[in-house]
C-alpha cells in the first residue's frame, strides 16, 4: 500500500457492495478534510472503477490511506483497489474516460507484489493537519462507525444529483446573463469599433489633404528661396558695376593729379567713397549668401595648417583694433595643428567672428584659440563685449538681423547667417555662447579629417 496503516478496509464482492464502497469513501473523504464536490468525485470514481473490477476481476479488496506528496507537499488520500483475480490484461482502463478526470490520479501500480488499481486526491492546503493521532483518532472513527444501506447510499446519491442539477441550472442562468452582457457589450464595442473608423478615415482623408498642401507649400517656399537667390545674385551682379564706378571716381576727385579741392569738397568726396565702400561690402556680402542658399559653392578640400592660418588672421586683423581698450590675442593652436578644410572658407568664417567681436566689444579683448578634442577641432572666438541674451542666440542667425541696444554698430545682419551656412558646408556646426554683461563665444566645431 502506502507505508502507512491504513484508515478502513473493506471487502467487494457483491454488487450492493458498490454502494457501500461509495457511501465509505465518501466518509473517508470527508474525515482528511476534501471539500463537499471532491468528496462526491472521488466516491463517484470509486463506483465506477468497483463496477468494472466487479466485472472483470469478481470484485477487490480495498483499503483507503494517506501518504505525503513531495511535489506538492501536501497530504494525499489513496484508494487501492486489489483485485480478487488477475486483470485480464494485466492494466486497468476505466469503461468511462471521464473517471480519470474525477480524480488527481488513476492507474495500475505494483503494491507489495500485487496488481492494484489506484487512484488519489490531494488534501487541500487549508484542511486540519493530518498528524499520526489525528489519523490514528480517524481510523477508531472510522472502525466505529456502521455503513448504511444501498437504499440510503441511493438517497444520499439523489439528493447530490438534485443539488448538482440545482448548481448546473444556476449556472446556466449566470451564463445567459453572461451571454446577454457580452451580445450587449459586442453591439458596443462593434457601434464604437464602427465610430473609430469613421474617424479615423475622416481624420486620414484630413492627414492626406495636410500633406498635399504641406508639399505644396514646401514646393512654393522652395521656389520662393530659389528666386530670392537668384534675386540676391542679380541685384548684386548688377549695383557691383555702378558701386564700384563710385568709389574709383571719389578717388580720382581725391587724387593730387586732379584738380585741387576744398577742404569741404574733400570731405564730402571722401563720405561719397566711405558710403559707396559699405555699400559695395553689403553687395558682396548679398552675393555670398546668394552662393551658399544656392549650392554654388564647393570647398576645396585641403591639409590645412592652422598655425598659419592663425598668423594671416593676426596680422590682417590687427589693423582693426583701432581701440586701445581693446586687444586682440590669437593663440598658437597645439600641435598637430592640421585640420582637412576649405582654407579660405574658413578663413572668411573666422575673419567674419573675429570682425563682429572688434566691432562689438568696447574695453577688454577679443581672443581666438583652438583645442582638439579626440576627432575635431573647436576653434572659438570669444571677447568681453555686452553680451547677448539666451532668448536672442537663435535670431542673430536669422538674414538682416541685428540685436538691438546701445552699442550697435553698423552692418547687414547677414555674416553669421553666412558663416553658420559656410560652416555647415565644411562639415561642422557653428554654437554661441553668451549672457548679458558676460560677453559671446562663437565656438567653430570641425572634424579633423573633413566632412
Known amino acids: 500500500m502506502t507505508g502507512a496503516p491504513p484508515l478502513l478496509q473493506m471487502a467487494l464482492r457483491v454488487e450492493q457492495d458498490i454502494f457501500v464502497l461509495r457511501q465509505r469513501g465518501r466518509e473517508v473523504a470527508a474525515a482528511v478534510g476534501l471539500e463537499h464536490q471532491d468528496q462526491v468525485r472521488i466516491a463517484t470514481a470509486l463506483s465506477e472503477v468497483a463496477r468494472d473490477l ?99 447510499e441511493l438517497a444520499a446519491q439523489n439528493e447530490q444529483l438534485i443539488a448538482a442539477l440545482d448548481e448546473v441550472r444556476s449556472q446556466r442562468d449566470e451564463l445567459e446573463v453572461l451571454n446577454s452582457e457580452l451580445q450587449e457589450t459586442n453591439r458596443g464595442v462593434m457601434a464604437l469599433y464602427n465610430q473609430l473608423t469613421e474617424e479615423l478615415e475622416e481624420t486620414n482623408r484630413g492627414v492626406v489633404a495636410l500633406y498635399a498642401e504641406l508639399d505644396e507649400k514646401s514646393a512654393q517656399l522652395r521656389a520662393a528661396s530659389e528666386s530670392k537667390s537668384r534675386f540676391l545674385a542679380n541685384v548684386s551682379h548688377e549695383l557691383r558695376a ?26 564730402q568726396v571722401e563720405l561719397i567713397r566711405s558710403s559707396a565702400g559699405d555699400l559695395l561690402g553689403l553687395v558682396n556680402e548679398l552675393l555670398d549668401l546668394a552662393k551658399a542658399e544656392s549650392g554654388r559653392i564647393e570647398p576645396d578640400w585641403a591639409e590645412v595648417d592652422l598655425r598659419a592660418l592663425y598668423g594671416q588672421l593676426r596680422g590682417t586683423l590687427r589693423a582693426l583694433a583701432t581701440r586701445p581698450e581693446v586687444e586682440l590675442v590669437v593663440e598658437e593652436p597645439p600641435l598637430p595643428a592640421t585640420v582637412r578644410s576649405d582654407e579660405v572658407l574658413l578663413a572668411q ?85 553668451s549672457e548679458p554683461g558676460r560677453g559671446s563665444t562663437f565656438t567653430v566645431t570641425l572634424p579633423t579629417g573633413g566632412a
Do not use: C
Open 54 to 152: 466487479l466485472l472483470t476481476a469478481g470484485g477487490a479488496d480495498v483499503a483507503f490511506s494517506v501518504g505525503f506528496d513531495v511535489v506538492a507537499g501536501r497530504p494525499v488520500l489513496y484508494a487501492d483497489l486489489a483485485p480478487v483475480r488477475p486483470l485480464p490484461d494485466g492494466s486497468y482502463q476505466p469503461q468511462s474516460g471521464a473517471v480519470a478526470r474525477l480524480v488527481d490520479m488513476l492507474g495500475v501500480v505494483a503494491a507489495e507484489g500485487d496488481t492494484v488499481v489506484r487512484m488519489s486526491r490531494r488534501v487541500p492546503a487549508n484542511a486540519p493537519a493530518l498528524t499520526p493521532e489525528r489519523l490514528a483518532e480517524l481510523r477508531a472513527e472510522l472502525g466505529s462507525t456502521a455503513p448504511g444501506t444501498a437504499l440510503d
Open 242 to 267: 555702378p558701386v564700384t564706378a563710385i568709389i574709383g571716381l571719389s578717388r580720382l576727385l581725391g587724387d593730387s593729379a586732379s584738380d585741387p579741392l576744398t577742404a569741404e569738397q574733400g570731405r
Open 349 to 433: 568664417v573666422l575673419r567674419n567672428l573675429l570682425h563682429n567681436g572688434l566691432k562689438f566689444t568696447e574695453r577688454g579683448e577679443v581672443r581666438l584659440r583652438a583645442e582638439r578634442r579626440d576627432d575635431r577641432w573647436s576653434l572659438s572666438v570669444s571677447d568681453t563685449g555686452v553680451g547677448i541674451p539666451p532668448a536672442l542666440h537663435e535670431r542673430i542667425f536669422e538674414e538682416f538681423y541685428q540685436v538691438p541696444g546701445a552699442t550697435r554698430v553698423g552692418g547687414t545682419g547677414l555674416g553669421l547667417p553666412y558663416a553658420r551656412r559656410l560652416v555647415m558646408l565644411l562639415g561642422g556646426t557653428l554654437e554661441l555662447s
